[in-house]
């Protein structure tokens, strides 16, 4: 038997200001599409914006149904919506806010396992690595270079 050890690093910004301008921007519009999501039974929000190597930007917020997985995240919102408007360009950038109506959310928020497979599909699919900002409705942001610090052993087409 061997073991395997697996180390993840993120970069820690104490709030969005410690940002880049461009990124800065980025979480920006992520926070303001963010209180767009329709969330009337989680009361969770959630936004996400992703600069594109065309110098787009494509917005997402979660999308919820009283049938709860009919629902969508922001993040896939927005990933799929890129692959839709823009099929040859490359993700370059995707910026995460996420907020509780009820609750004061402070940590900085992860995308969800569907979210991370989804964003490692067009990573794997495109040959470059996305850059993920995450926060929650103010403070800390967490930066990863890659999907792989989030979902490290990922699944893609190799394995089929």
């Known amino acids: 038997m061997k073991e395997i050890n ?3 690093t993120f ?10 301008e461009n990124i ?5 519009q992520a926070i303001e599409i963010r209180k767009k ?16 190597d065309n110098g787009k930007i494509v917005l997402g ?7 709860y997985p009919s629902g969508l995240c922001a993040e896939r919102v927005a990933i799929y919506q890129a692959g839709a408007i823009y099929p040859d360009a490359k993700i370059v950038t995707i910026a995460i806010s996420a907020a509780s109506d009820s609750n004061p ?5 992860p995308p969800c396992g569907s979210c991370r497979q989804s964003i490692a599909e067009y990573e794997f699919k495109q040959d470059a690595p ?5 926060m929650g409705e103010s403070g800390e942001v967490y930066k990863s270079n890659s999907i792989n610090n989030l979902l490290p052993l990922s ?6």
């Open 130 to 134: 996305i850059e993920i900002y995450f």
């Open 6 to 8: 697996i180390t993840t």
């Open 11 to 20: 970069k820690v910004f104490e709030d969005q200001t410690q940002l880049p």
């Open 37 to 52: 999501a329709y969330a009337p039974y989680s009361h969770f929000r959630v936004g996400a914006a992703i600069a594109l």
């Open 24 to 28: 800065q921007s980025l979480v920006q």
């Open 155 to 160: 699944f893609n087409s190799t394995s089929l």
């Open 61 to 67: 917020s979660n999308q919820e149904n009283a049938a």
């Open 105 to 109: 959310t402070l940590t900085p928020i």
